[in-house]
């Protein structure tokens, strides 16, 4: 593989990488607060965090385009700030990376809490748990399958996209070319030698995640959320 | 005491209003058809249930809605457990054990983790995951970990409901252990009548939400005007003390503290002095007017007819009778003034009240056939 394909994998791999680790730390109260929530807001923040699994996401990355470009109010913002403009950049794409993988973290952890048995937690509180030691102490660890779960299907999902990633990112080596960008211009250039490396690559990669995450994931106990 | 004023209204119009004493000391038993809201109090206790009211532990206040008071679960020091037994399945036995003891902040030696551990028959299954362990087992690792609390009051949710009779009989001795050894007052909730009158020492009964009936255990059990349902088996439950052990005969002479009188049953091995409770029941009982000299019953003591109720079959009726003789010592047919000592019922059919004139305030000779020990 040419360096530049491997700068791509590199990109690639900090992009998802940095786009779980924030999903998993925003998402994880968000999806603990719909599993949990009477509220009847609940079906809008459901159904928010679902769109991305339902829009194409070319859609997705034009409005992101719009909101984060020089007259969007993102844009604006983020100028008057003096952060420049985030398009084209891979602060931009990682911005678009959480919005677009959401629904694969918020969804498999949300499940997971949602299977969560309230008498455990109630007989945590009886013993003196407060909610966050509840949490921590209980929660987390009975919900583990739903983590795993959730950063590898974050992670992987980041590795495919494409359309957003176009539409936002652009093409630019080091900063925005991604593998699926990469393998793109390959094709696009009769390159098909260095299409099938990126293509074959991408193949075994996503057999071996999601091999592993079966066999790491089996259930294990009478309750727990894995793949539904 | 335990003080408890709860009211409730749920939007699907179901409504408790229950304003409750209980002892600071022994076992109170909240008992009720499912829906009378015995569950609702528990967890109201717990703190685990919004309602509006007072709830208060002896100087303790746990809630009190007038000043806008209100400690979550977590801060109140109480030992829950309810009937499925809502183990940790991601720690082992002793996991479980120290989760409460560690967040309660209490020496393991104070907490005597070890001791309850013992108590409970625990020790073999320390490393073991509550998947592996059977329901009998995993209700004795839930009563264990909410004593290792060191709690102040321990409230059991149908602890038992979940067992089958081999379990129950497992886990019913642990909780007259428990009941009998710690000084730690315990509200246990069931619908099992059978575990009740072994276990507690006062009766509430709810119905509806609200609370039809409360007192100490032998008066409760010897009213006449509640539903208590237990048929062929109602009778009283008695607290005496051996006061003397007959070797030769192999009787033990049960003392009744308030009537001032005794009644023999067989020795089963408890010292004189023990504290024992007996089970009386209607149907062992039978009622003369006069002392009976050629009867093989050796249990005959004086009491008064205090009341008589319709039995459920309409060829019988129950008597309440009040243990101890009044001041017209019982001979004949003389009235006399109330005794004060431990009622009892008797079961005698209708046409026998009518032959012997049993109203009350009569005095009568009390034959009781079997006295069966609870401990």
Redesign the interface.
Known sequence: MSPQDWQAVRLTAALAGLTTVLLLIFGTPLAWWLARTRSRLKPLWAALVAMPLVLPPTVLGFYLLLLMGPQGPVGQFTQAMGWGRLPFTFTGLVIASVLYSMPFVVQPLQQAFEAL?E??L??????????L??FF??AV??ARPGFVTAAVLGFAHTVGEFGVVLMIGGNIPGSTRVLSVALYDHVEATEFDSAHRLAAGMVLFALLVLVTLYAVNRPR???SAGLT | MIEIRLKLARATGYTLDVALSLPERGVSALVGPSGCGKTTVLRAL???ERTQGRVALGPTVWQDDDLGLFV?????A???V?Q?A?????LTVSGNIE??RK??GVDPAVARTDAVIDLLGLRALLTRRP?GLSGGERQRV?IA??LA?SPRLLLLDEPLAALDAARKSEILPYLERLAAELAMPIVFVSHAMDEVIRLADHLVLLRDGRVRAAGPMAETLARLDLPLGLGEEAGVVLQTRVGERDLQWHLARLDLPAAHCHLWARDQGHATGTAVRVRVLARDVSLTRAPQADSSIGNQVPGVVEALADDEHPALALVRVRLGSGTGTGTGSGRSAAPSGEPLLARVTRRSAQALNLVPGVAVWVQVKTVALME
């Open positions: 048995p008498r455990v109630e007989a945590a509180a009886t013993l003196g748990a407060s909610p030691d509840r102490s209980v660890p009975l106990r009478e309750k | 717990a703190g685990l979550p679960t977590h801060k109140r109480i030992g829950y309810i499925e809502a183990l940790f399945p991601h989760y409460g967040r309660s998947e839930a970990r909410a609390t």
